[in-house]
């Protein structure tokens, strides 16, 4: 009876030091293979800020707008009626057109945008291939992003139409769809390519670009909006100069 349990505890702890072999088997193929993935995503991350503050998102050309549009741009007032001045969230793609830098954080499944301008936060899925069916209207929408080589390609849907384009009122409804082509052109340079497609708002989609600069030696700084909020224009000024 005693050399049988001592078989049969041998055979126990051969059966665990299988199953811990395995375990850390799995564990090497699987960790290496998420860090192998990050390694081969084209890296966006860094702190950007715009290289020409454009606050006019039709860089002065006609839009192509319906009549409905045309009455919400001509009734639209920086200092009265900007949906910003009550502290409400900026919205897509006006997010993306702040004088204020944007860092770019990067990890599994997701890309991060942490805007300084209210301290807002936008997040891309880059781990699903659709949205979802029973969509929430939101300021930020619901933004999935793929890669195709060095270009994330972002596609946001679920809009609230409350919230303006640019920073001169132009309109869009919650049928907007933004597509976004965001690459690294070179080390210290990111390009951001919109095209906007709102059949109530536009009669036909158009394109802007958006050019930013790397800032290595910034670093995303606390910004509140209720603070000090007299409901005046809040037509965006330069940001202070960072020192290392």
Same mark, same amino acid.
């Given at each position: 009876?005693?050399?049988?349990?001592?078989?049969?505890?041998?055979?126990?702890?051969?059966?665990? &030091?299988?199953?811990? @072999? !395995? %375990?850390?088997?799995?564990?090497?193929?699987?960790?290496?293979? #998420? /860090?192998?993935?990050?390694?081969?995503?084209?890296?966006?991350?860094?702190?950007?800020?715009?290289?020409?503050?454009?606050?006019? &998102?039709?860089?002065? @050309? !006609? %839009?192509?707008?319906?009549?409905?549009?045309?009455?919400?741009? #001509? /009734?639209?007032?920086?200092?009265?009626?900007?949906?910003?001045?009550?502290?409400?969230?900026?919205?897509?793609?006006?997010?993306?057109?702040?004088?204020?830098?944007?860092?770019?954080?990067?990890?599994?499944?997701?890309?991060?945008?942490?805007?300084?301008?209210?301290?807002?936060?936008?997040?891309?899925?880059?781990?699903?291939?659709?949205?979802?069916?029973?969509?929430?209207?939101?300021?930020?929408?619901?933004?999935?992003?793929?890669?195709?080589?060095?270009?994330?390609?972002?596609?946001?849907?679920?809009?609230?139409?409350?919230?303006?384009?640019?920073?001169?009122?132009?309109?869009?409804?919650?049928?907007?769809?933004?597509?976004?082509?965001?690459?690294?052109?070179?080390?210290?340079?990111?390009?951001?390519?919109?095209?906007?497609?709102?059949?109530?708002?536009?009669?036909?989609?158009?394109?802007?670009?958006?050019?930013?600069?790397?800032?290595?030696?910034?670093?995303?700084?606390?910004?509140?909006?209720?603070?000090?909020?007299?409901?005046?224009?809040?037509?965006?000024?330069?940001?202070?100069?960072?020192?290392?």
């Amino acid at each position: 009876m005693r050399y049988r349990s001592i078989a049969s505890v041998g055979a126990v702890m051969a059966l665990l &030091a299988i199953s811990h @072999a !395995k %375990l850390a088997h799995t564990a090497r193929l699987t960790l290496p293979a #998420k /860090a192998q993935a990050m390694a081969h995503t084209p890296d966006l991350s860094g702190v950007w800020l715009v290289h020409e503050f454009q606050p006019d &998102a039709s860089l002065g @050309a !006609k %839009l192509p707008m319906s009549s409905w549009a045309e009455a919400k741009f #001509k /009734a639209a007032d920086a200092e009265t009626n900007d949906p910003r001045l009550n502290c409400l969230p900026h919205g897509v793609p006006i997010f993306m057109f702040s004088v204020m830098p944007i860092e770019i954080l990067q990890v599994p499944g997701r890309v991060l945008m942490h805007l300084e301008d209210d301290s807002l936060l936008r997040e891309i899925s880059t781990d699903v291939q659709k949205h979802p069916k029973d969509l929430d209207i939101s300021y930020n929408g619901d933004s999935i992003g793929k890669w195709e080589g060095d270009t994330l390609v972002v596609d946001t849907v679920g809009l609230k139409g409350t919230t303006w384009l640019d920073h001169v009122g132009h309109p869009h409804s919650d049928a907007l769809h933004v597509v976004e082509r965001i690459r690294r052109v070179d080390h210290n340079t990111l390009v951001d390519d919109f095209t906007f497609d709102d059949p109530k708002a536009y009669t036909k989609a158009w394109t802007v670009k958006q050019v930013y600069d790397l800032k290595p030696d910034w670093r995303i700084r606390e910004n509140v909006c209720e603070e000090n909020n007299k409901y005046r224009s809040r037509e965006p000024t330069a940001p202070l100069r960072r020192k290392k």
